[in-house]
């Protein structure tokens, strides 16, 4: 748990501190261009997500082809400003699955913060 937690601590920190750069946001749109890709080659996918659109009354529809194209407009500055936005230590939530006992994760949360 210990490094595990340690690690997401310090990326978050790290995140709020310094951003995002555009070279990262560029790696995550890839990734995410080429999973969507691999998905939406699935019939059964693209009907799931016309008809959550659909069932969520979405006004307006928006299609893979779109949603693609909005996403490459994208920019590290608008990702970095619904960082200082929206995420924040002070509103931090964590949950903690494993064999350990609230004395443990008390004790290493006091220490940290």
């Known amino acids: 748990m210990y490094?595990?937690?340690?690690?997401l601590l310090n990326t978050l920190e790290n995140v709020l501190k310094n951003g995002v750069t555009a070279d990262e946001v560029n790696k995550a749109k890839t990734s995410l261009k080429n999973k969507i890709a691999m998905v939406y080659e699935n019939t059964h996918a693209m009907a799931l997500f016309y008809s959550e659109q659909l069932l969520l009354k979405y006004p307006k529809i928006i299609t893979v082809t779109n949603f693609?194209?909005?996403?490459?407009?994208?920019?590290?500055?608008?990702i970095n400003e619904l960082i200082k936005k929206y995420l924040s230590l002070d509103k931090l939530t964590i949950g903690i699955v494993g064999n350990y006992s609230y004395k443990?994760?008390?004790d290493y949360l006091t220490t940290r913060f």
Not at 3 to 7: E, K, R
């Open 104 to 106: 443990q994760v008390l």
């Open 3 to 7: 490094t595990t937690f340690l690690l």
């Open 68 to 78: 693609l194209n909005k996403l490459e407009n994208v920019t590290a500055k608008e």
